[in-house]
């Protein structure tokens, strides 16, 4: 077995925890259920020292059901401790950053012993606001904010550009469901095939939540329940229903504690329960998706996993346990076939929660619970390798992390390829008044979104010129949203107007 160093990064626990009630007045806020997933976390750890008392830093997943100003303050009040506080920008990716960054800290000797925790409480104030109920959440002072505020941990990054947002392309409901009929149109396949395919991968993952104990749905569905709009599985966002979109309805947290191999020798917390991170990285596509290269694939998560799984001398084939992002179905696949992957293949489980739309989804939070079933799932496979990916924005920022019961032959190693990612090709904005003169314009992926009774209401499409410029096309027209809802419609050529509507061509 390899040498473990005192600078050895090593996650010693984690705690996970729901809040479930009706009435939103009685509900508690996120940093509540923060403190409690840091608390589950302590007692996960077993170990004969406070390692909540002991942490230098408080890292907490940026927050959207609550502006608290300074949520780890809040935490950490709670929790009785001053250490340094720590937030991080919005995205997916968050949580695992945060394992690739306090590791590094770690290993240079910035830091002994970290608590990260994610968690919202969506639902909650949903239930709140729907019922005109007014929540005394708590909110740091702004003066106190001005004086003493967090670090920040990691870059944000603008996701859509002007044009995208004056379309009003912005929601990702709206855009991985035109990703999924890319990906259809690239497979070759025709649509009810790939409906079938996506629709037995999604039950797959719903499977796995309803034997996960903190999923938030545990109800194994088949294919057809997933697939099939119905009074209880409404159309969103074609060909998503429902059930294949993210379920951000929840109030969940979860908490690792990560510390040095010396600190947690110190804590006397036991080796057994030790899991390390063996290597990471975090890498973003080009982030409009108007200058993707194409909607079928991600060349960054292709790069961020190939230097993941190297500098952990590992290839794809040695991951015995996998938490693929999934969102939505479009994500799980465009991550699995750029790490080489099949995700239509029932011989291997691409999730251990059951992802967002089973497991819950609260929003930036999510991979705080995949890190943490990770753990459990390699304590119970004592040597095995697992491999998390966690995604932000439209398939957007990536963060990968490897992990083992087994200690690294080498220290905690890190990639950022992002220099190598810039440099791929770019397909660059059309505007429509010149798209209306190009006559090859022609369909590359497209969705129609439904209202909250199902009816159609709006169609989107990415379209592409003759000189590989990509605009983007909106309609209304009843007859078009009938049209692209039956039968394969990438590849077909349509005109652009000059206010972004689209037809097909006569």
């Known amino acids: 077995m390899p040498t473990i160093s005192a600078r050895t990064p090593v996650i010693i626990g984690v705690g996970q925890v729901q809040q479930r009630v009706d009435d ?88 002994d012993c970290a608590l990260l925790v994610g968690g919202e409480t969506w639902r909650s104030r949903m239930r709140a606001r729907k019922h005109g109920v007014d929540l005394d959440w708590p909110k740091v002072d702004p003066e106190v904010l001005e004086q003493e505020p967090p670090e920040t941990w990691g870059h944000d990054l603008q996701m859509s550009n002007a044009e995208e947002t004056e379309l009003g392309l912005i929601m990702p409901v ?21 409906l079938a395919d996506v629709g037995r991968m999604w039950s797959a993952f719903s499977a796995v939540a309803e034997q996960n104990p903190n999923a938030w749905l545990r109800q194994s569905l088949s294919p057809s329940e997933i697939t099939t709009p119905s009074e209880s599985n409404r159309m969103v966002g074609y060909p998503y229903t429902k059930a294949m979109n993210s379920n951000n309805d929840v109030d969940m947290a979860a908490a690792i504690i990560i510390c040095s191999a010396e600190h947690a020798e110190s804590l006397g917390a036991p080796r057994d329960h030790w899991v390390f991170p063996h290597s990471g990285s975090d890498c973003h596509e080009h982030p409009f998706i108007t200058d993707r290269d194409n909607f079928s694939q991600t060349p960054a998560v292709e790069l961020g996993g190939r230097h993941a799984l190297e500098l952990a001398s590992l290839d794809i084939d040695d991951i015995a346990h996998l938490d693929l992002y999934s969102c939505f179905p479009s994500a799980v696949q465009l ?28 929003w930036n939070e ?60 770019k397909a660059g904005w059309a505007d429509a008044e010149t798209a209306s003169h190009d006559s090859t314009t022609h369909i590359e992926a497209y969705t129609v979104m439904h209202g909250r009774t199902s009816q159609p209401e709006t169609a989107w499409a990415a379209i592409r010129l003759a000189d590989g410029r990509r605009t983007f096309g909106k309609s209304d027209d009843p007859a ?27």
């Open 24 to 111: 939103p007045s009685e509900a508690a806020d996120a940093t509540v259920l923060m403190a409690n997933a840091i608390r589950s976390a302590a007692e996960d750890a077993t170990s004969t020292g406070d390692p909540i008392r002991s942490a230098d830093v408080l890292a907490i997943v940026h927050t959207l059901s609550w502006r608290y100003g300074d949520p780890a303050r809040v935490v950490a009040d709670r929790l009785g401790i001053s250490p340094r506080r720590v937030v991080t920008p919005m995205g997916g990716n968050s949580p695992q950053s945060l394992v690739n960054s306090a590791s590094q800290r770690i290993l240079r000797g910035e830091l």
């Open 174 to 194: 709206q855009v991985y469901p035109m990703f999924e009929t890319a990906i259809r149109a690239a497979r070759g396949v025709s649509p009810e095939q790939h």
């Open 335 to 362: 991550g699995a076939r750029s790490l080489g992957i099949d995700p239509y293949s029932e011989s291997r489980p691409l999730t251990q929660t059951g992802g967002l739309s089973f497991a819950g989804g609260p």
């Open 366 to 425: 999510y991979v705080m619970h995949s890190i943490a079933t990770m753990v459990e799932t390699l304590r119970n496979d004592p040597g095995s390798t697992g491999l998390v990916w966690a995604n932000g924005g439209f398939v957007t920022k990536h963060a990968f992390g490897t992990y083992s019961t087994t200690p690294p032959s080498q220290d905690f190693r890190h990639a950022e390829p992002q220099d190598e990612i810039d440099a791929l090709p």
């Open 480 to 506: 078009l949203l009938a049209h692209l809802l039956e039968g394969e419609h990438v590849g077909e050529v349509v005109q652009v107007m000059s206010d972004h509507r689209f037809e097909p061509m006569n």
